[in-house]
């Protein structure tokens, strides 16, 4: 049946509808897959609207998913040094740095939900640019290939330095991408105070500010003795 058809056939079978309730019904089973998919891309585009409003002088994006910083004070100067080491000029600029995203550490199942729900829409909107997080919330995004291949990007000095710390999604196959680093405690992230096990960083594959990025990560994986 054309499209047409079946558009005429339900607006007849609307109209024969007495109640508002039983016209919302109908709509609602016979429309809801469409209705979903514009109501989640409308959220997406206004998400991404106002998550950059005001953004103009933040030239980095972070998530710092399940930190430390519930239980103990960090040193948040970390960031602009690190990007000032890195050659970036940092003068009225900033580092948005999110530390209020934890999975699993709760017990509440909804709140992790809506928290993954949140990170996805990050994630599509290119409003991440660093992610750092434990592995098993890590893989989540590497497994759609979230992130950028680190190999390629970082200098090959301080690649050797983390030859056993590359991260794979899947240990098994050849020719992988490095998504992230493995990070310990003696890097940066951990000596200011953010995290106290191992945490895998990476870049966004598709992150707005791309360059201040790697730059960002090369110089924290850099400075790490």
Not at 198 to 217: L, S
Request: charged fraction near 25%; hydrophobic fraction near 45%.
């Amino acid at each position: 049946m054309k499209l047409s058809e079946q558009i005429r056939k339900d607006r007849a079978r609307l109209n024969e509808m007495q109640s508002a309730v039983s016209k919302l019904r109908f709509i609602w089973d016979y429309y809801k897959a469409p209705i979903i998919a514009v109501t989640l891309a409308l959220t997406i585009r206004l998400l991404s609207f106002f998550n950059n409003l005001g953004r103009a002088n933040v030239n980095l994006y972070v998530v710092l998913l399940n930190n430390d910083t519930i239980f103990r004070e960090c040193d948040e100067t970390v960031f602009n040094d690190t990007m000032s080491r890195a050659g970036i000029d940092m003068k009225k600029k900033t580092v948005n740095v999110n530390t209020e995203l934890s999975i699993g550490l709760s017990g509440d199942d909804r709140a992790d939900m809506e928290t993954m729900q949140v990170l996805t829409a990050l994630f599509s909107i290119s409003d991440l640019d660093v992610y750092v997080a434990p592995r098993e919330y890590f893989d989540y995004f590497a497994a759609n290939n979230g992130f950028a291949d680190l190999n390629v990007l970082i200098d090959k000095d301080v690649l050797a330095k983390y030859s056993d710390d590359f991260y794979y999604y899947n240990d098994n196959a050849e020719n992988q991408p490095v998504q992230g680093i493995i990070l310990h405690s003696d890097s940066l992230l951990h000596k200011a105070g953010y995290y106290h096990g191992d945490v895998i960083i990476g870049v966004v594959g598709n992150a707005v500010h791309f360059d201040e990025a790697v730059a960002f990560v090369q110089q924290l994986l850099r400075d790490r003795n």
